[in-house]
C-alpha cells in the first residue's frame, strides 16, 4: 500500500469533510467550514422545489433498504385540508445497531451540526414543525453531542419560532432510546417514541399517511438526512458526479474486521472491498480474507470471489446480497463461519422483539443448533435442518428482522457447507468457544489460535 | 346511476357497488371493499389456519399462520401474505394452502415453530379437546417436530388475577387477550413483557387483571394459556354437555353457553350473538353461578310447626297451608305481592295474575329497590318496544351523541357500556353522563361529565336543557342529532323530577329514550303487569276498557278487578308494617335492597301471613310461614325481556325433575285457593300473555318537579351519592370468591377540598354516618360536586340501605374513622 500510484482516489470527502477538523462538533467551526449556507438557500426556495431538488439528486436511504427519498418526502400529504392538515413530523432514525454499523454515531459525534442542518431542511420541506432524533439509547456521547448542538442551533436562531426569519417554526427533540434493535424498524421506533413497546406496526397505514401519533411522517437514517444539506449546497447534478446512475452520491463505509486501519471510509457509491481494503491498509497481518458482509450481518455475507463487486444497491443484489447499512465486516482465514453464525444468530435471537412466531422461535431454534454444533455435537441432519427452518422464516416474519436472522445463515452454508459438514464430522471432544482455523500466514509462517 | 350491460358472451355483470371481485382457490367472489381476506375464505368455506386473528379485534398479523399466497394484476407478491391482515382487491388472485404449495409449506413451518416451545400437556390441559392449537396442528403441521432442543419453560400457573391464571409456556403470544383488554375492554392491565422467546404475557406489578370482562381472554385464548380458577382442572371440554341460555344477571340478556357434567354447571361461556352481546359477556355473567350448587338452596318447601321452627313439608301439605293461610288473609284486610326484579317473563306474568285472580288485589309491584310513583309513570311511556321501533344495542352503537341518565353502565349493563365504548372508538361517539363523578367507564368512554349533586340531577338537566350556556348547548345539540338516544338508570327513581326531565329533554331534542334496568327480569315484569298501575300488556288499571280486556281474557266476571290501581312496594311494606296487610306473597326479594331494609324487616316480621318463593335461604324465607322451592334457571325454561324489548328465550340445561318455575308454583297454590291462572308451564304462561297483546293507548310522559337540591346543613355533613358495582353481595354473587376478588375495592369517594373540609386522608379509613349506623372505608378521592361522598351501594362493608337507611341524595356525616364511632 505504499506506492501512491495505487492509491486509490478518495474524492474530496463530502460527509465527513469536516470530521478532521479541530473541535469539528461546534457551531462554531460548522460555521466556519460552510455550515448552515444550505439552509439560508433552502429557505429561499419553495420546500416543493426541495423535494423535487432531492427526487432529481436520486438520494437514496442510507438506513438499508435505499428508498428513495426524494419520493418519499413527497408521499405527505400536503394542504390545508384532509389528511394534508394534520400536523407533520420528521423523525430521524439515529437507532444505529445492525452489527458491524458505526456511521451515523462517528456522525453525530464529528459533525452533529450537519444532521441538524438537514432537520432543519428537510421539516421545511415536509413541512413538519416537529423533528424527533430518535438515538439508540447505549450510544450516550453521540446524545450529548446532538443535545448539545441542538441547544447551539436553538441559540443562534437556527431552531425554535421564524427560524432564520423564514416565518418557518421549528422544534427537535433528541430522544434516547432503551437498546432495542428492533427499534431501528421505522415502525418500531415510532411506537418506542411515542413511549409503547417497540415494536414494529402493520403496514398499511404507512408512517406518511399514519405516523408518528397517527400523523403523517417522514422517518429518515441520519446519514440520509445529513446528505441533504450537501445536494442543496452542490445541487443534484453535484451529487450525480458520484456513485451510479441509480444509486448516486457519497457513502460512509464501516469498515471492520481483520483489516490494518478498520474506520470509516467514505467513498462514492459503487466502491469495491478491493477498493476499500486498500483504503483500510489492506488485510491485517496479510491473512487471506475469508468471508466479509457488505452491510451488517443481516445481509448476505460475500467471499473472496467478491472482492470487485460494486458495493451500491445494484451491485450487491446482483451478486446476491443487499447493500444494506454499507457496514463491511472483513473476516480472515482464522474465523470459523459456524462460529461467526453463532454470534450472529444469538444477537438476532437476542434482539428478535417477539411479535411474530417465526422470529421469535425460529431464532431460538437455530441458535440452539448452531451452539449444539459449535460445541461438537452437530449431526449430519442440521445443516438441512437449518437451512428449512430459514426457509420457514424468510419471508415469513413480521418485519425484516426475521429475514435478516436467516441471511448468515443460509449466506455460510451457500458458501461453506464443507466446513459445516466437517464441523459435524470432527465432533471436537472438548467444546472451544472460538472455533479457529489454523491458516498459514501471507509470508508462509505458520499461525495458530491467534485471536484476532 | 349506473346502466349494467350485459357483455357479450355471458360474462358475469360487475361487482355490486362498493364490491372487488376477486379468486380464492379458483373459486371468483365478490367481496366487500376493505374485507380481509381470511373473512373472504371464511363465507367460500375455506378455513385458513389461524390464532391471532379475531373477528371482533383489530388485526395483528403476529402469528403468521394464516399465509396464502396471493397474486395482485397478474404479479405474484414475492413473500406468502398473512390473510388476516391483507384486505381484499379487485383482480387479486388467492391460493390458500389448499391449491399453494408455497402457502401450505408456509404454514406448516410456522405451526413446528410455534409447537416448539409449547408443552406436550395436552392431557392435563383444560383446553384439550377444543384447542385451535391441538386441532390446527392436526389439520397443518406435520406429525412430528424436528426440534431435539431445550425448550424455553417459566414457572407456572401465574396468577394474574384472583381469578384468571397465566400459563406462559402454553403462550402463542398471539395477543388476543391483551388486545381484547386494550380495545374492547379498555383494561389494559395485561400486556406484553420481555422480547424474544422471552416474550410473555405480564401484568404490573401490584396491579391485577382487575377488569369486569377479563373471563372472555379465557374464552378467545387459543390454546390453554388462561385458565379461570373457577374451571381449571374441573373437567374435560368432551364430558360437557353444552346448552344455549341466556344469562340471569343484568337485562343485557347475554346469549350464553352452559357446560355441564353429571347435574352440575361446570362452566359458563359467553354466546355468540351479534345483536346482543357480539361475543363477550361479563365476569358476572360468566362465574356467577355457583348459586345453583350453594348449600343454603331449599329445594323441599318449608312450613312453620307449632313450636316456630321452619321444617320440610310434602308439596301437597305446603300448598295446602299456604292457600289457607292466603284465603284467610284475603277476606281480612287483603295480600300484597312482591314479585322482584330476578324474574322470567312468564314468572311475572304468573305474579301479576296470581295477585289479580287469587289475591284480588292490585298490590304487587316488582321493584325491588327505591322507587317511585313518577318512575311509573315514565316506565309507560317506554313499555312494549321492540329492537325494531324502540333502541336497541344497534341503535346505541350507530348513536351519534349518548346521554346516560342515573346510570354507571359499566357497573350496571357491562355490554351496552362494551358497545358504547366499541362506537366510541370506532365512530368517535359522543357519550354524556350524568352522575357525579368520572367513574372508570366514563373515563373509558371518553364521556363528559354532567356534574350533579346527588339528588339534583332533575334540576341540572333542566337548567341544561333550557341550552343557556356552551355546556347546555353542546348536549342539547348532541342529543339533537338523528339517532341520538337517552339511556336512563332505574337509579334514576331515587330523584324526583329527572324521569319528568328526561321526557322533557327527549320532546326537545328528538332523541329516543331507553330504560336500563340493573336487573334481568325488570323490563319483563313491567311488561307482564307486575305493577300496581299496569296490567299485563301495559293495560292501565285506571281505564274501563283495559280492565275488561283482561277480564274477558282471563274469563273473570266483568267489573272484578279493582278499579283503582294497588300500592307500590313501598306502600305495601309499609301497609305490611302497620298491620294493614294481612299477606305477602315475596318473590325473589332482598328486603336489604328495598328503600327502607329495616322497615322492610319490620314488615315481614309483622304481617300475619307470609309466604316465600325462593331458591336460597334468605331474611325473607326465615320470617316466613311457608316457603315454596322454585327453580333456578337453569333447571327450566322461559325467557327474559332485555332492555331492548327483545324477547330471550332460554331452556333446559339441568335436569328439572323434582324442581318448579315460580309460575307452575303459582298455578297450584292458586287452584289450592280454588282460582286457575293457567301458568303450569312457562309455555302456556307466554302464550297467554302472547294473546292478551297489547294496549293500544299511549300514555303522557310525567311532569314532576325536581325537588330541591341536598345542601349539606351543617359541618360534616355531606351528600351521599351511591350506586351498586357489578361485583358486589348481591344473593346470586355467592360461594364465587375467585370472582369476589376481582371486585372493585369498595372506597367512600370525595374531592379534595371536602375531603380536606372534612379532614380526610386518601388511603385513610373515613366513616359515613346517619343516626342509624356508619359505613368506615377507605377514602379515594375522584372528581365528585363539593360537599359530596360516593359510597358502592352493596359492597363488602357498605350495605348503604341496610346500614345507613338512606341512600342517594340524602344527608349523611363524615369524618375520619373513629371520630363517629358512638353513631349508633
Known amino acids: 500500500m505504499s506506492a501512491p500510484d495505487t492509491t486509490p482516489d478518495t474524492l474530496t470527502p463530502v460527509l465527513t469533510r469536516r470530521w478532521s477538523e479541530e473541535r469539528s462538533w461546534t457551531l462554531e467551526t460548522y460555521e466556519r467550514t460552510g455550515g448552515y449556507r444550505a439552509l439560508r438557500t433552502a429557505l429561499a426556495a419553495h420546500p416543493d422545489q426541495l423535494i423535487t431538488l432531492v427526487k432529481d439528486s436520486g438520494l437514496r436511504g442510507r438506513g438499508g433498504a435505499g428508498f428513495p427519498t426524494g419520493m418519499k418526502w413527497s408521499f405527505m400529504p400536503q394542504g390545508a385540508e384532509g389528511p394534508g392538515a394534520k400536523p407533520k413530523y420528521l423523525v430521524v432514525n439515529a437507532d444505529e445497531g445492525e452489527p458491524g454499523t458505526c456511521k451515523d454515531i462517528p456522525t453525530m459525534m464529528a459533525d452533529p451540526h450537519s444532521l441538524i442542518e438537514g432537520c432543519i431542511i428537510t421539516s421545511y420541506a415536509i413541512r413538519a414543525n416537529f423533528c424527533a432524533i430518535y438515538v439508540r439509547g447505549e450510544a450516550l456521547h453521540p446524545i450529548r453531542r446532538v443535545r448539545a448542538a441542538v441547544a447551539e442551533a436553538y441559540a443562534q436562531g437556527y431552531l425554535g419560532k421564524d427560524v432564520l426569519g423564514s416565518g418557518f417554526d421549528l422544534d427537535i427533540v433528541v430522544h434516547a432510546g432503551a437498546g432495542a434493535y428492533i427499534c431501528g424498524e421505522e415502525t418500531a421506533l415510532l411506537d418506542s417514541l411515542e413511549g409503547r413497546r417497540g415494536q414494529p406496526r402493520l403496514k398499511p397505514p404507512f408512517p406518511a399517511t399514519a405516523g408518528l401519533y397517527a400523523s403523517p411522517t417522514v422517518v429518515n437514517n441520519v446519514e440520509t438526512i445529513a446528505s441533504v444539506p450537501f445536494i442543496v449546497a452542490g445541487g443534484s447534478d453535484w451529487f450525480r458526479t458520484m456513485g451510479s446512475e441509480k444509486s448516486p452520491g457519497p457513502k460512509i463505509y464501516s469498515v471492520s474486521g481483520h483489516v490494518e486501519r478498520p474506520g470509516q471510509y467514505e467513498a462514492p457509491m459503487g466502491t469495491t472491498l478491493r477498493t476499500l481494503l486498500e483504503l483500510a491498509g489492506g488485510m491485517k497481518d496479510g491473512i487471506p480474507l475469508k468471508f466479509w458482509t457488505p452491510g451488517g450481518s443481516s445481509t448476505p455475507m460475500f467471499t473472496a470471489e467478491h472482492l470487485d463487486v460494486p458495493l451500491d444497491f445494484e451491485g450487491a443484489a446482483g451478486a446476491g446480497s443487499m447493500l444494506g447499512t454499507t457496514a463491511v465486516q472483513v473476516f480472515n482465514e482464522t474465523v470459523s463461519v459456524p462460529w461467526a453464525v453463532m454470534k450472529w444468530t444469538e444477537f438476532y435471537k437476542h434482539e428478535s422483539c417477539g411479535k411474530c412466531t417465526p422470529c421469535r422461535e425460529g431464532t431460538y431454534w437455530l441458535v440452539q443448533i448452531l451452539e449444539r454444533m459449535v460445541h461438537g455435537e452437530g449431526t449430519p441432519e442440521d445443516v438441512e435442518t437449518m437451512l428449512d427452518v430459514c426457509d420457514n422464516i424468510l419471508g415469513r416474519s413480521f418485519c425484516a428482522l426475521g429475514d435478516g436472522a436467516t441471511s448468515p445463515i443460509t449466506s455460510a452454508i451457500k458458501y461453506f457447507r464443507q466446513e459445516f459438514l466437517d464441523l459435524i464430522a470432527e465432533q471436537p471432544a472438548v467444546a472451544r468457544p472460538e472455533q479457529l482455523a489454523d491458516v498459514e500466514r501471507a509470508d508462509g509462517t505458520e499461525l495458530s489460535g491467534v485471536s484476532a | ?824
Open chain 2, 1 to 824: 346511476m349506473t346502466v349494467e350491460a350485459t357483455k357479450p358472451g355471458g360474462a358475469r355483470a360487475e361487482p355490486p357497488e362498493g364490491h372487488v371481485r376477486l379468486t380464492i382457490d379458483g373459486i371468483e367472489v365478490d367481496a366487500p371493499k376493505g374485507e380481509i381476506l381470511i373473512r373472504t375464505c371464511e363465507r367460500l368455506g375455506i378455513i385458513v389456519p389461524r390464532f391471532c386473528d379475531h373477528p371482533l379485534l383489530d388485526p395483528a398479523g403476529a402469528c403468521r399462520q394464516c399465509l396464502v399466497e396471493v397474486e395482485m394484476g397478474g404479479r405474484p407478491m414475492p413473500k406468502p401474505q398473512a390473510s388476516c391482515t391483507m384486505t381484499v382487491a379487485d383482480g387479486m388472485v388467492v391460493k390458500t394452502q389448499h391449491t399453494s404449495p408455497v402457502a401450505d409449506k408456509a404454514q406448516q413451518g410456522v405451526m413446528e415453530l410455534l409447537l416448539i416451545n409449547h408443552p406436550l400437556d395436552c392431557p392435563i390441559c383444560d383446553k384439550g379437546g377444543e384447542c385451535p392449537l391441538q386441532n390446527q396442528a392436526m389439520s397443518s403441521g406435520r406429525t412430528d417436530s424436528r426440534f431435539v432442543e431445550t425448550k424455553r419453560t417459566f414457572p407456572k400457573p401465574l396468577p394474574i388475577s384472583s381469578q384468571v391464571l397465566l400459563d406462559r409456556e402454553r403462550c402463542v403470544l398471539c395477543q388476543r387477550c391483551t388486545r381484547f383488554s386494550e380495545q374492547i375492554a379498555g383494561d389494559p392491565f395485561i400486556d406484553l413483557l420481555e422480547r424474544g422467546a422471552n416474550q410473555q404475557i405480564g401484568t404490573a406489578e401490584d396491579k391485577p387483571f382487575q377488569s369486569y370482562f377479563s373471563g372472555n381472554t379465557i374464552q378467545i385464548c387459543p390454546v390453554g394459556a388462561l385458565t379461570s380458577a373457577a374451571y381449571r382442572f374441573r373437567s374435560r371440554p368432551f364430558d360437557l354437555r353444552s346448552t344455549p341460555s341466556v344469562c340471569e344477571h343484568c337485562s343485557s340478556g347475554c346469549a350464553q353457553r352452559n357446560d355441564s357434567r353429571r347435574g352440575t354447571v361446570m362452566r359458563r361461556l359467553a354466546g355468540n350473538d351479534p345483536e346482543v352481546n357480539e361475543e363477550w359477556n361479563c365476569d358476572k355473567g360468566r362465574f356467577a353461578f355457583r348459586y345453583l350448587q350453594s348449600k343454603e338452596r331449599i329445594t323441599r318447601p318449608l312450613v312453620r310447626d307449632a313450636s316456630g321452627q321452619l321444617v320440610e313439608a310434602s308439596w301437597t301439605e305446603a300448598l295446602r297451608i299456604a292457600a289457607q293461610g292466603l284465603l284467610a288473609a284475603r277476606a281480612q284486610r287483603g295480600i300484597g305481592v312482591l314479585a322482584g326484579g330476578r324474574l322470567t317473563v312468564e314468572d311475572a306474568y304468573a305474579y301479576a295474575k296470581f295477585a289479580r285472580v287469587a289475591a284480588g288485589t292490585h298490590d304487587v309491584d316488582f321493584r325491588a329497590r327505591p322507587h317511585s310513583a313518577e318512575e311509573l309513570e315514565f316506565l309507560a311511556t317506554t313499555l312494549g318496544t321492540t329492537p325494531e321501533t324502540g333502541v336497541s344495542f344497534a341503535a346505541v352503537e350507530a348513536a351519534p351523541s349518548v346521554l346516560t341518565v342515573g346510570l354507571d353502565l359499566e357497573e350496571e349493563a357491562g355490554i351496552v357500556f362494551l358497545r358504547i365504548r366499541k362506537a366510541v372508538r370506532k365512530r368517535g361517539q359522543k357519550v354524556f353522563e350524568l352522575g357525579q363523578w368520572t367513574t372508570a367507564g366514563a373515563r373509558k368512554t371518553k364521556a363528559t361529565l354532567v356534574r350533579s349533586v346527588p339528588g339534583a340531577e332533575a334540576a341540572v338537566l333542566r337548567e341544561l336543557a333550557a341550552a343557556t350556556d356552551d355546556a347546555g348547548k353542546q348536549l342539547v345539540d348532541a342529543l339533537s342529532a338523528p339517532g341520538a338516544v337517552i339511556l336512563v338508570g332505574d337509579r334514576a327513581a331515587e330523584v324526583p323530577g329527572l324521569h319528568s326531565a328526561v321526557a322533557a329533554l327527549a320532546t326537545r331534542t328528538g332523541a329516543k329514550v331507553a330504560w336500563i334496568p340493573r336487573r334481568a327480569g325488570d323490563r319483563g315484569a313491567l311488561e307482564a303487569g307486575a305493577v300496581p298501575t299496569l296490567l299485563p300488556g301495559g293495560r292501565p288499571v285506571g281505564e274501563a276498557a283495559a280492565r275488561a280486556e283482561v277480564e274477558r281474557a282471563w274469563g273473570l266476571p266483568a267489573g272484578s278487578l279493582p278499579a283503582t290501581p294497588g300500592r307500590s312496594t313501598d306502600e305495601i311494606v309499609a301497609a305490611a308494617a302497620a298491620g294493614e296487610l294481612s299477606a305477602l306473597v315475596v318473590g325473589g326479594v332482598d328486603p336489604h335492597d328495598l328503600a327502607d331494609p329495616a322497615v322492610a324487616l319490620v314488615a315481614l316480621e309483622k304481617v300475619g301471613f307470609l309466604v316465600s318463593l325462593e331458591l336460597h335461604a334468605s331474611a325473607v324465607t326465615e320470617r316466613a310461614d311457608v316457603v315454596l322451592p322454585v327453580a333456578p334457571d337453569a333447571q327450566r325454561e322461559g325467557s327474559y325481556l332485555n332492555w331492548e324489548g327483545r324477547r330471550r328465550p332460554f331452556g333446559v340445561t339441568l335436569d328439572a325433575s323434582g324442581v318448579l318455575p315460580d309460575c307452575r308454583v303459582l298455578d297450584t297454590l292458586a287452584v289450592e285457593m280454588d282460582e286457575d291462572l293457567f301458568t303450569q308451564t312457562p309455555a302456556a304462561a307466554a302464550g297467554e300473555l302472547e294473546r292478551l297483546g297489547r294496549y293500544t293507548g299511549s300514555a303522557a310522559a310525567p311532569t314532576a318537579e325536581p325537588g330541591p337540591t341536598p345542601r349539606p346543613a351543617q359541618v360534616g355533613q355531606a351528600v351521599l351519592a351511591t350506586w351498586r358495582q357489578l361485583v358486589d353481595q348481591g344473593s346470586l354473587l355467592v360461594d364465587e370468591p375467585a370472582l369476589a376478588g376481582t371486585a372493585r375495592p369498595p372506597r367512600v369517594r370525595t374531592n379534595a377540598a371536602t375531603a380536606e373540609r372534612l379532614g380526610l386522608v386518601e388511603g385513610e379509613a373515613a366513616s359515613v354516618a346517619t343516626d342509624r349506623g356508619a359505613i368506615t372505608l377507605q377514602v379515594e378521592l375522584a372528581d365528585l360536586p363539593d360537599g359530596v361522598v360516593w359510597l358502592p351501594a352493596n359492597s363488602p362493608g357498605s350495605a348503604v340501605r341496610s346500614t345507613l337507611g338512606v341512600g342517594h341524595g340524602a344527608l349523611v356525616r363524615v369524618a375520619p374513622a373513629g371520630v363517629l364511632g358512638g353513631a349508633r
